[in-house]
C-alpha cells in the first residue's frame, strides 16, 4: 500500500511498497569501525538489492549516565558521515539534539531525525523541517501513535511533508518497553511512511541502572512482525560484536548475521505484500 506522502531519499523513494532498510551502529565509536560497518552493509543490501540508508549518530546526548560514551560529537562525527556518503556510496541519517545543531546537519545528512524523547520539540522540529531535508521523526516513548499527527503537523506547517514516522515502543512500567502493534496502522493512516525500530524496541531503559539493558533475542521476532504489519522501513542498529559495544549494545544486531536476517524479512515482505487491508483499522463488529 502507498503513502499519501511517499519519501525520497537519494536514488529510490520509500512508502511505493518496497522495504527499505536503515541500519548502522548506535554511536560512531571510530572512523575506522564506522566505515567498516557502512561497507559491510553496503554489501549486504546490494547482495540482497534492497534500498539502504546508513544512520550513526555523532552524539548520544540522552544517555542514563552522564559518564556514558556519547560518540565524536557534531563536528567530528559529520565529516565521518561525509566521508561514508562519499566512499560507501549511502544516503546518511543521524539525529539532532538541538536547534544550533540542524543547519550544519544539513548541509551532510540526506535525513535528519527527531530523537524520540524529542518529538515534542516544536522549535527543534520546525528548524530541521525548514530545511527542506527528509525528517524521521521517532515516537516518543510516552506518546500514543495518534498524537504523531501534531508532530507531523509541525513540520508540514512550516512547508515540510517528507516524513518518516518510526515506531520504538512504549514505556511499560518501570525500566520496560512493549510493542503495540496497532500503532503502526494508526500512524500509517495518517499519511506518512511508517518505519519500525526493531532494536530499541527492545531496550530495557535504564535497565543496567548506570546505562540500559536490552533483549536482542526478540530484535527478529519485532522485525518479522512488523513486516507482516506492512510498514515501510525497518530501522536497526548493528554492530559486529554487540557485548563490546559502547552505547546500546544490549540492544544491538550481529552484524555478520544481517544478510540472513534480511532476506528473511523480505520473504515476509513478499508474502504479505499486496494485503492492503493489513493498514484497515475497521469498525468493531
Known sequence: MKANHPVKIGDFVVGTGRLVFIAGPCVME????????????KEYAAGLAVPL????SYD???RTAGASFRGP??????????????????????????????SPAAQVLDVIQIPAFLCR????????????????????????????????????AVGNAALLLTE??????????????????IMRALGFPVVMDITHS??????????????????PALGRAAVA?????????????????????PNSFPLAHVPRFWQGLLEVHACCRGLEEAWSCPEPQ
Open 202 to 219: 527492545v531496550q530495557l531503559p535504564g535497565g543496567q541502572g548506570s546505562c540500559s539493558g536490552g533483549d536482542r533475542r526478540f530484535i
Open 121 to 156: 520539540q516544536t522549535d527543534l522540529i520546525e528548524a530541521a523541517a525548514r530545511t527542506g531535508k527528509p525528517l524521521n521523526i521517532k515516537k516518543g516513548q510516552f506518546l500514543a501513535p495518534w498524537d504523531m499527527a501534531q508532530a507531523a503537523a509541525k513540520a508540514t
Open 168 to 185: 520504538r515502543g512504549t514505556m511499560f512500567g518501570y525500566n520496560n518497553l512493549v510493542v503495540d502493534f496497532r500503532s503502526l496502522a
Open 229 to 249: 504489519v506492512g510498514v515501510d522501513a525497518v530501522f536497526m542498529e548493528v554492530h559486529p560484536d554487540p557485548d563490546k559495544a559502547l552505547c546500546d549494545g
Open 73 to 102: 560529537g557534531l563536528a567530528a562525527g559529520l565529516e565521518i558521515l561525509a566521508q561514508v556518503k562519499a566512499e560507501v556510496g549511502l544516503p546518511v541519517l543521524a539525529d539532532v539534539h538541538e536547534v544550533y545543531q540542524v
Open 53 to 56: 540508508v546508513f544512520k550513526a
Open 30 to 41: 571510530s572512523r575506522q569501525l564506522t566505515l567498516e560497518i557502512a561497507h559491510a552493509l
Open 60 to 62: 548520544k546526548a540522552n
